[in-house]
């Protein structure tokens, strides 16, 4: 179905795809990322299964095509999705962990397919459903990628250990009967459940309904299901929805994620949002002066040997104590851009 979608839909409209051979191969590499690919939490394995795809698509398809193609594949569609958002908060690191998080989010709602998003608190997920809701609005959208898509109707259930089933049914019941009364072209019900690894451990075992909300029959109203969790939930829910696990920030992501943020807080609005191709290259950062740059090089540095051989109790710190360490420094360099080396 998501290859088929993928086909016909998204990329059917990109002009950059040469041929339909092209397109068919990148709606399967797109297809296979969303089911399969985002399951795996280390970059390691991640790398692995993109081999394994190549070799696939060869003897399948007759095709040559080599990981990291595979991977820039990927990379290059959610980059273009995050690149068309224009609702983003001052502070935003536009990393790699938000742009999968947005797209994955996007495909699954607009194709009405359960998705599990998983990963430590500070890995862009509750931001990541934000800039979905506040950027898909319909015709009212400011991008003309969004303008075609249908407008969202969310409704919240926040997890917590005295979370009850009734509370989960009202919510997917109230989806449902606005879904009803409107056409899924023009609007879509979407149920969020956030902090849903906190309702599994309540006693009361509110999760015990969600198998039958989550798998309609064909004659009953779908609506799209998004789950928040700071870790997974157990096998018998996660195997009936997408699951998206967010390995790790690696040094490099680290060091991009601190530049991101401090630049995206410069005073002047075109620093304040920047394009993702061009922030990948050599001279992101100019806008940041030199020691303020190795500042920001040196804490990421730090942060990623504390969080690998000298936290004592594991995620008591944890990406967010980053972030926020960030975002002071980049309130500083704003305030005083002027200053010499020895007031820095």
């Not at 536009?94 to 890995?123: D, R, S, W, Y």
């Not at 969202?152 to 449902?176: M, Y």
């Not at 509110?206 to 989550?214: A, D, E, F, N, S």
């Not at 992501?253 to 630049?263: A, Q, V």
Request: proline content about 3%; charged content about 25%; aromatic content about 8%.
């Amino acid at each position: 179905m998501l290859v088929k979608w993928f086909d016909n839909t998204f990329l059917f409209k990109k002009q950059s795809i040469q041929s339909d051979t092209d397109k068919k191969i990148k709606a399967v590499i797109l297809g296979l990322a969303v089911c399969y690919h985002s399951r795996f939490s280390d970059g390691i394995i991640r790398r692995k299964y993109r081999e394994e795809i190549k070799k696939c698509i060869w003897s399948t398809m007759s095709y040559a095509i080599t990981e990291e193609e595979i991977l820039d594949s990927i990379l290059t569609e959610q980059k273009y999705i995050l690149n068309m958002m224009t609702e983003l908060p001052a502070g935003t690191a536009l990393n790699a962990a938000l742009q999968e998080n947005v797209f994955m989010l996007l495909v699954c709602i607009l194709n009405k397919i359960p998705i599990f998003l998983v990963g430590k608190p500070g890995c862009s997920k509750s931001l990541s459903m934000q800039l979905i809701r506040s950027n898909l609005r319909g015709k009212d959208s400011t991008s003309h990628l969004f303008q075609e898509m249908p407008q969202l109707f969310c409704v919240s259930f926040q997890g917590s250990e005295s979370s009850t089933s009734d509370g989960i049914i009202k919510v997917f019941e109230k989806a449902e009967k606005y879904q009803k009364h409107n056409d899924e072209r023009d609007v879509l019900s979407v149920v969020i459940l956030d902090e849903i690894g906190l309702a599994e451990i309540s006693k009361f075992n509110p999760l015990k309904v969600l198998h039958g909300l989550i798998e309609r029959h064909d004659e009953q109203i779908k609506v799209a299901v998004v789950g928040i969790s700071n870790w997974a939930l157990d096998a018998a829910k996660m195997n009936r929805a997408i699951h998206l696990s967010r390995p790790d920030m690696d040094l490099g992501e680290l060091i991009y994620t601190g530049k991101s943020i401090s630049n995206s807080m410069m005073p002047s609005k075109e620093n304040a949002i920047f394009d993702l191709e061009s922030s990948l290259d050599d001279n992101f950062g100019v806008n940041l002066q030199p020691l303020t740059t190795q500042l920001l090089e040196g804490i990421a540095k730090a942060y990623h040997e504390y969080c690998l051989h000298d936290q004592k109790f594991p995620n008591f710190h944890g990406l967010r104590d980053f972030y926020s360490l960030i975002k002071y420094l980049g309130r500083k360099e704003a305030v005083y851009q002027n200053a010499d080396d020895e007031e820095i």
